[in-house]
């Protein structure tokens, strides 16, 4: 049986050739930061990347070293805010685009948050 192209291969190769898929990707990258799954947004960030411009081109456009864009998209990576920003704003530059974040009302996703615990210092203070 023939081996199959790998799949990060494949997923590349999509996005070189369909501009809708790219965007899709990109959307999806951020969609994912959003809701607390930084290990799939950083993911999906790091293919498009790859697919697109390569992490040279972000470091020369972001003013960050290349080394540090692979640290802070690797699985062990946390991004500041600033650095994850000027990467997300460099990509949507290259792509000709841009996200927009909406308020979306869905009650089979909204989740409850507890009331806050009160820890000593805040104990102390009342």
């Known amino acids: ?17 369909d501009s809708a898929f790219r965007k899709g990707l990109l959307t ?3 969609e994912s930061l959003l809701s607390g799954e930084l290990a799939l947004g950083k993911e999906l960030l790091r293919d498009y990347i790859n697919a697109t411009l390569g992490f040279g081109k972000v470091a020369e456009h972001t003013r960050l070293h290349v080394k540090t864009l692979h640290q802070m998209l ?12 000027q990467v997300v704003a460099c990509l949507q530059d290259a792509e000709g685009t841009r996200l927009e974040v909406r ?8 989740r409850k948050l507890s ?6 210092r805040a104990a102390s203070a009342a």
Do not use: W, Y
């Not at 049986?1 to 050739?17: E, H, I, K, S, W």
């Not at 690797?74 to 920003?85: E, I, S, V």
């Not at 009331?115 to 000593?120: A, G, H, V, Y």
């Open 74 to 85: 690797g699985p062990k990576g946390n991004p500041t805010a600033r650095n994850l920003f």
């Open 28 to 30: 999806e990258a951020i």
């Open 1 to 17: 049986m023939p081996l199959t192209r790998d799949f990060r291969d494949t997923v590349q190769a999509r996005a070189r050739r």
């Open 103 to 110: 308020a979306a009302t869905n009650s089979s996703r909204r």
């Open 115 to 120: 009331p806050p615990q009160r820890t000593k």
